[in-house]
T-cell receptor, first 115, second 112 residues
């Protein structure tokens, strides 16, 4: 049973560039959430996708956008990169929305460094 | 591997001792709480969860206690092992959706 997978594992970009990160959910899961984790801090919620729609969004600017595909995999896009976007980007998957009590399982993350 | 947290509160325990990691949560409307373990260079790993209609839940070597009156959560690890060394995060989820709000984390160091 495959867990949550993310690609790439590491990425280096320069300011102003755009980046796309990818996530495949755990087998049987249909909901994908994205989090940003700065060094030394807990993860912060970016947004969540279910049935190919953004269902909930955290306090992140429009430079952060996403997509969910029919096979439940998801992409996170960040435009006009800033130095402060350097972080570990985590994808978590779960099953359904269920009023918020579905366990979220995390992938290994993509480490993004913006120079 | 990469360091998860450089300036986190640290709990240092002797191998075989019990560990207690504490967490204060912020939203009295939160009704679901989870503890995650994060090792260096890895994503958070689910340990145990508890719903707001409970005040205690036990797993294998772990127990979570919930005190809604003071908005406090704790994780107890019995017979702590070197493999338990990691950063531990509590997370809360209010019934407005499936967004997790994480605490700042505690680094657990187990001395052999």
């Amino acid at each position: 049973d495959a867990g949550v997978t993310q690609s790439p594992t590491h990425l280096i970009k320069t300011r102003g560039q755009q980046v796309t990160l990818r996530c495949s959910p755990k087998s049987g899961h249909d909901t994908v959430s994205w989090y940003q984790q700065a060094l030394g801090q807990g993860p912060q919620f970016i947004f969540q996708y279910y049935e190919e729609e953004e269902r909930q969004r955290g306090n992140f600017p429009d430079r952060f956008s996403g997509h969910q595909f029919p096979n439940y995999s998801s992409e996170l896009n960040v435009n006009a990169l800033l130095l402060g976007d350097s972080a570990l980007y985590l994808c978590a998957s779960s099953w359904g929305l269920a009023g918020g009590q579905e366990t979220q399982y995390f992938g290994p993350g993509t480490r993004l460094l913006v120079l | 591997g990469e360091s998860v947290g450089l300036h986190l509160p640290t709990l240092s325990v002797q191998e075989g001792d019990n560990s207690i990691i504490n967490c204060a949560y912020s939203n009295s409307a939160s009704d679901y709480f989870i503890w995650y373990k994060q090792e260096s260079g890895k994503g958070p790993q689910f340990i145990i969860d508890i719903r707001s209609n409970m005040d205690k839940r036990q797993g294998q070597r772990v127990t979570v206690l919930l005190n809604k009156t003071v908005k406090h959560l704790s994780l107890q690890i019995a017979a702590t092992q070197p493999g338990d060394s990691a950063v531990y995060f509590c997370a809360e989820n209010n019934n407005a959706g499936n967004m997790l709000t994480f605490g700042g984390g505690t680094r657990l160091m187990v001395k052999p």
